[in-house]
Protein backbone atom coordinates (compact mmCIF):
# COMPACT_ATOMS: atom_id res chain seq x y z
CA UNK A 1 0.00 0.00 0.00
CA UNK A 2 1.16 3.55 -1.03
CA UNK A 3 1.79 5.85 1.20
CA UNK A 4 -0.98 8.54 0.17
CA UNK A 5 -3.50 4.98 0.37
CA UNK A 6 -1.91 4.22 3.71
CA UNK A 7 -3.85 7.80 5.04
CA UNK A 8 -6.21 8.10 2.52
CA UNK A 9 -8.46 4.47 2.32
CA UNK A 10 -10.01 3.77 5.35
CA UNK A 11 -13.63 2.86 4.70
CA UNK A 12 -14.80 -0.54 3.85
CA UNK A 13 -16.43 -1.44 1.11
CA UNK A 14 -17.62 -4.58 -0.44
CA UNK A 15 -17.49 -6.42 -3.86
CA UNK A 16 -18.86 -9.38 -5.41
CA UNK A 17 -17.10 -10.41 -8.82
CA UNK A 18 -19.13 -11.91 -11.57
CA UNK A 19 -18.00 -14.91 -12.24
CA UNK A 20 -16.05 -16.21 -15.78
CA UNK A 21 -18.77 -17.28 -18.08
CA UNK A 22 -22.19 -16.27 -19.06
CA UNK A 23 -25.46 -18.55 -19.44
CA UNK A 24 -27.80 -19.01 -22.91
CA UNK A 25 -28.95 -14.81 -22.49
CA UNK A 26 -25.76 -13.89 -21.81
CA UNK A 27 -26.00 -13.11 -17.99
CA UNK A 28 -23.41 -13.71 -15.68
CA UNK A 29 -22.84 -17.72 -14.08
CA UNK A 30 -23.07 -15.64 -10.66
CA UNK A 31 -20.99 -13.94 -8.45
CA UNK A 32 -17.93 -15.09 -6.47
CA UNK A 33 -17.89 -14.49 -2.34
CA UNK A 34 -18.06 -10.90 -1.44
CA UNK A 35 -14.74 -9.29 -0.47
CA UNK A 36 -14.29 -6.14 1.58
CA UNK A 37 -11.44 -3.72 -0.01
CA UNK A 38 -10.10 -0.55 1.68
CA UNK A 39 -11.35 2.44 0.00
CA UNK A 40 -12.90 6.07 -0.18
CA UNK A 41 -15.77 7.30 -2.05
CA UNK A 42 -18.09 10.15 -3.06
CA UNK A 43 -22.00 9.47 -3.91
CA UNK A 44 -23.20 11.33 -6.95
CA UNK A 45 -26.65 11.59 -9.08
CA UNK A 46 -28.36 7.58 -9.67
CA UNK A 47 -30.83 8.32 -12.34
CA UNK A 48 -31.81 11.25 -14.83
CA UNK A 49 -34.93 11.03 -16.14
CA UNK A 50 -35.80 12.83 -19.73
CA UNK A 51 -38.01 13.54 -22.40
CA UNK A 52 -36.25 9.65 -23.63
CA UNK A 53 -36.60 7.82 -20.93
CA UNK A 54 -34.26 7.37 -17.95
CA UNK A 55 -30.63 7.70 -18.55
CA UNK A 56 -27.82 5.44 -16.04
CA UNK A 57 -25.66 7.73 -14.42
CA UNK A 58 -22.81 7.59 -11.97
CA UNK A 59 -24.04 6.54 -8.22
CA UNK A 60 -20.91 5.71 -6.65
CA UNK A 61 -17.40 7.10 -7.49
CA UNK A 62 -14.91 4.69 -5.02
CA UNK A 63 -11.45 5.01 -4.90
CA UNK A 64 -9.33 1.94 -3.97
CA UNK A 65 -5.70 0.42 -5.03
CA UNK A 66 -7.80 -3.25 -5.42
CA UNK A 67 -7.39 -3.99 -8.92
CA UNK A 68 -9.18 -7.06 -10.24
CA UNK A 69 -12.65 -4.97 -10.04
CA UNK A 70 -14.77 -5.15 -13.45
CA UNK A 71 -17.66 -3.30 -15.27
CA UNK A 72 -20.61 -6.38 -13.85
CA UNK A 73 -19.51 -6.78 -10.42
CA UNK A 74 -21.46 -5.34 -7.80
CA UNK A 75 -20.00 -2.88 -5.19
CA UNK A 76 -21.67 -1.86 -1.99
CA UNK A 77 -20.15 1.10 0.16
CA UNK A 78 -19.41 -0.44 3.55
CA UNK A 79 -19.42 -4.48 4.69
CA UNK A 80 -21.24 -7.05 3.93
CA UNK A 81 -21.54 -10.74 4.05
CA UNK A 82 -24.58 -11.24 2.11
CA UNK A 83 -23.88 -14.01 -0.79
CA UNK A 84 -26.69 -12.55 -3.47
CA UNK A 85 -25.06 -8.04 -3.85
CA UNK A 86 -28.50 -7.40 -5.07
CA UNK A 87 -30.06 -8.52 -2.22
CA UNK A 88 -27.28 -6.79 -0.24
CA UNK A 89 -28.42 -3.83 -1.72
CA UNK A 90 -25.41 -3.55 -3.83
CA UNK A 91 -24.61 -1.12 -7.63
CA UNK A 92 -23.62 -2.45 -10.49
CA UNK A 93 -19.94 -1.19 -11.57
CA UNK A 94 -20.30 0.29 -14.62
CA UNK A 95 -16.52 1.33 -15.51
CA UNK A 96 -12.93 0.98 -13.84
CA UNK A 97 -10.03 3.49 -14.51
CA UNK A 98 -7.00 3.38 -13.43
CA UNK A 99 -4.32 6.13 -12.29
CA UNK A 100 -0.70 5.74 -11.62
CA UNK A 101 0.82 5.94 -8.04
CA UNK A 102 2.26 9.65 -8.84
CA UNK A 103 4.28 9.96 -5.43
CA UNK A 104 5.60 6.29 -4.57
CA UNK A 105 4.97 4.60 -7.81
CA UNK A 106 4.03 1.48 -5.86
CA UNK A 107 0.64 0.17 -6.22
CA UNK A 108 -2.21 1.91 -9.22
CA UNK A 109 -5.26 3.60 -7.76
CA UNK A 110 -7.93 2.71 -9.59
CA UNK A 111 -11.81 4.98 -9.20
CA UNK A 112 -14.61 2.26 -9.40
CA UNK A 113 -18.21 3.88 -11.30
CA UNK A 114 -21.52 2.52 -10.07
CA UNK A 115 -24.50 2.87 -11.89
CA UNK A 116 -28.48 1.74 -11.11
Known sequence: MSATANWSYT????????????????DPLGYAEPEQILCDYEGGLSKRVGSLGAEIVVKNTVWTEFS????????????????????????????VIRYADTFDRLTDDYAILTGV
Do not use: C, F, M
Open 11 to 26: AIATIWRKLEGTDEYG
Open 68 to 95: LADAGDYLLIGASTEVDPVVAGADEVRQ
